[in-house]
């Protein structure tokens, strides 16, 4: 099956750096991708949409200038976290979409676990 | 996005017997509804999906059905197993996005 490939798997920063996340997918081009962040124990909330080779359309309520997102390239998403702080720990995930058989589904990365100290 | 309701949002069964898990949408243009199983810190898991065009659709002990009239869909689980103990999400696209429930934490007992 399709892979979707997250990395780091955790890290931990302090308070004032930048973190960046990269999703990759592994074995299939991906124009669109999208991150997500999850706090303990609930769903998953959808932060934006990264779109390869334009700029991403972030939901509402989602600081674009705190969370950039590029894609540069059709397998490859990166989001950073700019200047970190402790509300910003929690755990984020990417996902892309590959069409198939006239259908779309929705592969996941393994997920970042932030810990901004 | 689309707003899901899912319910209940945490379920304990006894093993062997039946898991079921409901969701509610308002959007009536969605014609993906697909059910992910999450484990601790882990990804989420595609367990099973289904297509507007289809009112149920079985794999082994999983099952989905579909109500596009009511708009709601349900996962079904069958003898469940210690294993199944995880938290499940229901979710639909919208425009090539998701939009999940809440979830559902289950809990088998042995």
């Known amino acids: 099956g399709a892979v979707v490939s997250q990395h780091p798997s955790w890290v931990i920063c302090k308070s004032g750096t930048s973190v960046k996340i990269e999703c990759r997918s592994l074995d299939f081009q991906a124009t669109t991708m999208f991150w997500y962040r999850q706090f303990p124990k609930k769903s998953l909330m959808l932060m934006a949409t990264s779109n390869e080779g334009s700029k991403a359309t972030y939901e509402q309520g989602v600081e674009k200038d705190k969370f950039l997102i590029n894609h540069a390239s059709l397998t490859l998403s990166t989001l950073t976290v700019t200047s970190a702080h402790p509300e910003d720990s929690s755990f984020y995930i990417c996902s892309a979409n590959r069409w198939g058989q006239g259908n779309t589904e929705a592969f996941f990365g393994q997920g970042t676990r932030l810990t901004v100290v | 996005g689309e707003n899901v309701e899912q319910h209940p949002s945490t379920l304990s069964v006894q093993e062997g017997d039946s898991a079921v898990i409901k969701c509610t949408y308002s959007?009536?243009?969605?014609?993906?509804f697909p059910w992910y199983k999450q484990e601790l810190g882990k990804r989420p898991q595609l367990i099973i999906d289904?297509?507007?065009?289809?009112g149920e659709k079985k794999d082994q002990r999983i099952a989905v059905t579909l109500n596009k009239t009511a708009k709601h869909f349900s996962l079904h689980i069958t003898e469940t197993q210690p294993e199944d103990s995880a938290v499940y999400f229901c979710a639909l696209r919208d425009d090539y996005k998701l939009s999940f429930g809440a979830g559902t934490t289950v809990t088998v007992r042995a």
């Open positions: 289904i297509r507007s065009n289809v």
């Open positions: 959007d009536s243009a969605s014609n993906y």
